[in-house]
């Protein structure tokens, strides 16, 4: 069965979920899952997980992420992007040091409104279910942090491109219509692409034309131990491989703190962990349960 990670540069004009389920069907495997949502106008790095990989999703949608977005300025639009029904065009004289300056604010802890076009769930309903039908609600404000906010270039009159590295519930769209209101303007997404997400890039993507052509598509499965590149490998010793199937922790005295890739002493991965005091525990066990020592691929 097909375990691994699968980097997509998402098209244009597909789901998240589209993708997911064009490789269910190619790998004919159940379990596939991705690591965080791009609109259908969004392009870019959709890490796609299957098998027992999946059970790392977690950790790439809860991690930072950089985009390099549109913010056309002057109109408001009820989606926050210009997909949407335009609701309001205004004259634009902006320069470009006073959009730098307006950038400020945004950068750092910020409170966010979500959006009435998103999935977020208000009273058992999807907010972008209620907008459809011409309803608003009032969605209370959530934190999210803006690591980083770059004005690129100016790409027309109004036209402006940014990049946003930003954590998890950031919406960018909702980050360009807050922007065009600070200037008193309107503005909104006029593109998204996805550049990075949980430390893949764009340089680790490949296209899902390339993926339904390949000759053996589980040989660009990535191994599911790269979403954790940034922690240090550790090796177990004789005799602790048992104890970390089990779910036992181990004691390891002279380990320093911290999360680790842990690896049987043939090399298999088993486990993302974590030290402390000199003791191992399992954070998330990624072996076949029904694997025996011996079994290892």
Same mark, same amino acid.
């Given at each position: 069965?097909? =375990?691994?990670?699968?980097?997509?540069?998402?098209?244009?004009?597909?789901?998240?979920?589209?993708?997911? &389920?064009?490789?269910?069907?190619?790998?004919?495997?159940?379990?596939?899952?991705?690591?965080?949502?791009?609109?259908?106008? +969004?392009?870019?790095?959709?890490?796609?997980?299957?098998?027992?990989?999946?059970?790392?999703?977690?950790? $790439?949608?809860?991690?930072?992420?950089?985009? $390099?977005?549109?913010?056309?300025?002057? #109109?408001?639009? =009820?989606?926050?992007?210009?997909?949407?029904?335009?609701?309001?065009?205004?004259?634009?004289?902006?320069?470009?040091?006073?959009?730098? +300056?307006?950038?400020?604010?945004?950068?750092?802890?910020?409170?966010?409104?979500?959006?009435?076009?998103?999935?977020?769930?208000?009273?058992?309903?999807?907010?972008?279910?209620?907008?459809?039908?011409?309803?608003?609600?009032?969605?209370?404000?959530?934190? $999210?942090?803006?690591?980083?906010?770059?004005?690129?270039?100016?790409?027309?009159?109004?036209?402006?491109?940014?990049? #946003?590295?930003?954590?998890? *519930?950031?919406?960018?769209?909702?980050?360009?219509?807050?922007?065009?209101?600070?200037?008193?303007?309107? *503005?909104?997404?006029? %593109?998204?692409?996805?550049?990075?997400?949980?430390?893949?890039?764009?340089?680790?993507?490949?296209?899902?034309?390339?993926?339904? %052509? +390949?000759?053996?598509?589980? &040989?660009?499965?990535?191994?599911?131990?790269?979403?954790? &590149?940034?922690?240090?490998?550790?090796?177990?010793?004789? *005799?602790?491989?048992?104890?970390?199937?089990?779910?036992?922790?181990? %004691?390891?005295?002279?380990? &320093?703190?911290?999360?680790?890739?842990?690896?049987?002493?043939?090399?298999?991965?088993?486990?993302?962990?974590?030290?402390? *005091?000199?003791?191992?525990?399992?954070?998330?066990?990624?072996?076949?349960?029904?694997?025996?020592?011996?079994?290892?691929?």
């Amino acid at each position: 069965m097909p =375990n691994g990670i699968l980097i997509i540069d998402k098209p244009e004009g597909w789901t998240s979920m589209d993708v997911c &389920a064009k490789l269910r069907g190619l790998f004919h495997e159940r379990r596939v899952g991705h690591g965080g949502t791009l609109d259908p106008m +969004a392009t870019g790095v959709l890490p796609v997980f299957l098998g027992r990989a999946t059970r790392a999703v977690s950790f $790439v949608t809860d991690s930072e992420k950089e985009y $390099v977005a549109g913010l056309q300025l002057g #109109v408001i639009t =009820n989606t926050q992007d210009t997909t949407g029904e335009v609701l309001e065009t205004r004259p634009v004289s902006v320069t470009r040091e006073q959009l730098e +300056a307006a950038l400020a604010p945004f950068r750092g802890d910020i409170l966010q409104v979500p959006p009435m076009y998103s999935a977020i769930k208000i009273g058992g309903k999807k907010l972008y279910e209620l907008a459809r039908k011409g309803k608003e609600v009032e969605r209370p404000p959530r934190p $999210v942090t803006i690591h980083a906010l770059e004005l690129v270039e100016q790409t027309g009159p109004d036209a402006w491109t940014l990049r #946003v590295r930003c954590s998890k *519930g950031t919406y960018v769209r909702t980050l360009c219509h807050d922007i065009g209101l600070a200037l008193g303007c309107g *503005g909104a997404m006029s %593109s998204l692409r996805r550049t990075m997400a949980g430390g893949f890039t764009l340089d680790d993507a490949v296209t899902l034309e390339g993926v339904l %052509s +390949a000759p053996d598509p589980a &040989a660009l499965l990535r191994p599911v131990d790269a979403c954790f &590149a940034d922690r240090p490998a550790l090796t177990l010793p004789a *005799g602790a491989e048992k104890k970390v199937r089990n779910g036992v922790p181990v %004691s390891l005295p002279r380990l &320093a703190d911290g999360e680790y890739r842990v690896y049987a002493p043939d090399g298999a991965f088993l486990a993302l962990s974590r030290a402390r *005091g000199g003791t191992l525990t399992t954070v998330r066990s990624f072996f076949e349960a029904d694997q025996s020592p011996a079994r290892h691929p």
